[in-house]
């Protein structure tokens, strides 16, 4: 079912070839149509039905499962200003696409032990199928880590020097200063508002040609991921001097490893803040009033996650059956909660690991493979409708 927020944005636009009206915008203020004449109830009947059909996203995320081949015509679901930047830009888009799967492992690292682990399906263009049309808090992460992925991808390929159209910051010349005192730029900084720029540019269009309360939602989100990599740019520095006094520095700005951008949007994802849309259409607000205000680098979404529990081919969950669980732990990872009260089976597995490391003169670690007998708990599928429990 589409989100109710989405249904009851205040302008919900729609291009159609079974209705007459090639273009419709409704409000959630009239409870009626207003197209005249005998064919009304027809053209209600249409507005609801483009109102009611969730909005299946091909999405430009697609390109990191084309490999280094990107064709801009074979990605489906991009809108005509994102297939221009792709046809310009085609070494951005192997950029991108190398990218898309960092921040995805990234994704999977941070819900490795949720019921819903940022799971994707092979050979489909929307990458992770049906679970991401709920505005739920999971699709504000995803939409937030793909951003965040999308401007670390960008500015450490101009960093690098693999793209043309960008390079290291242009504005850090010259000397300044910092608390450690003065310092002269040099090396290479990299240059992340390139990255921002051009994310905003190709991920924002999509969005920016729908006008509902979805697409208002990963806007926002979309920036919260852009501006989380700026957060973790640092000061590098390399000392000149007499036995490295430093009386002479030369710094540049460098980003920080993905993994701190990842964790820092985990931490928004579990402050995530139940929004609705204000009267005017054109922002949040809070839904439970005792909350405090929604800020810009908030996730926001509508809707609450489903269980993950079960196998829904309809809302896209894959379920929790035969996922390993932690039987001793009382966290998201523990059998308990992973397995959703059903149980789960035991299975005693072989494993073969490094023992009695020793130091070897020199350089190395030379270590013993071991055998080790290990328990593996997994979760238990649920039980068929209908059966009853007899255990």
Not at 219 to 244: D, E, Y
């Amino acid at each position: 079912m589409l989100a109710l927020p989405r249904i009851l944005s205040l302008r919900a636009a729609a291009r159609t070839d079974g209705c007459k009206s090639p273009r419709l915008a409704l409000s959630s203020r009239s409870s009626s149509c207003h197209s005249p004449g005998t064919s009304s109830k027809i053209y209600c009947a249409c507005a609801l039905l483009l109102l009611l059909t969730p909005r299946v996203d091909s999405s430009w995320w697609y390109i990191g499962a084309l490999g280094a081949r990107v064709i801009c015509d074979n990605i489906p679901g991009l809108v005509n200003k994102q297939r221009q930047l792709c046809q310009r830009h085609p070494n951005i888009m192997q950029a991108i696409g190398e990218g898309t799967k960092e921040w995805i492992r990234e994704c999977q690292h941070q819900f490795r032990h949720h019921r819903w682990n940022c799971s994707t399906l092979d050979r489909d263009h929307t990458v992770f199928g049906r679970v991401l049309l709920r505005s739920s808090r999971e699709a504000a992460f995803v939409y937030a880590i793909s951003s965040a992925g999308v401007v670390y991808a960008l500015t450490r390929a101009c960093s690098q020097g693999v793209l043309r159209t960008c390079h290291c910051d242009p504005h850090k010349r010259g000397q300044t200063s910092d608390d450690s005192g003065e310092f002269s730029w040099g090396g290479c900084s990299e240059d992340v508002n390139y990255g921002i720029k051009f994310a905003k540019s190709f991920i924002d269009a999509k969005e920016r040609t729908e006008r509902d309360a979805r697409a208002l939602m990963n806007l926002h989100n979309n920036r919260c991921g852009r501006t989380a990599v700026k957060r973790f740019l640092k000061l590098k520095c390399k000392c000149h001097g007499v036995s490295g006094s430093c009386t002479l520095r030369t710094c540049w700005m460098a980003m920080s490893d993905f993994r701190k951008t990842g964790d820092y949007l985990k931490k928004k994802y579990n402050g995530a803040v139940e929004v609705t849309m204000n009267q005017n259409g054109t922002g949040f607000t809070v839904a439970n009033k005792a909350f405090r205000k929604v800020t810009k680098n908030d996730l926001v979404y509508f809707e609450n996650s489903p269980d993950y529990c079960i196998q829904d081919k309809a809302a896209g969950t894959l379920g929790t059956a035969g996922r390993v669980c932690n039987r001793t732990s009382r966290g998201t990872d523990g059998c308990e909660v992973m397995c959703c009260g059903r149980g789960y089976d035991t299975t005693l597995v072989k494993q073969i690991t490094k023992c009695e490391c020793k130091f070897k003169w020199c350089c190395s670690v030379e270590c013993k493979d071991c055998e080790e007998a290990v328990d593996i708990h997994t979760c238990k599928a649920p039980k068929r409708a209908g059966l009853l429990d007899q255990t």
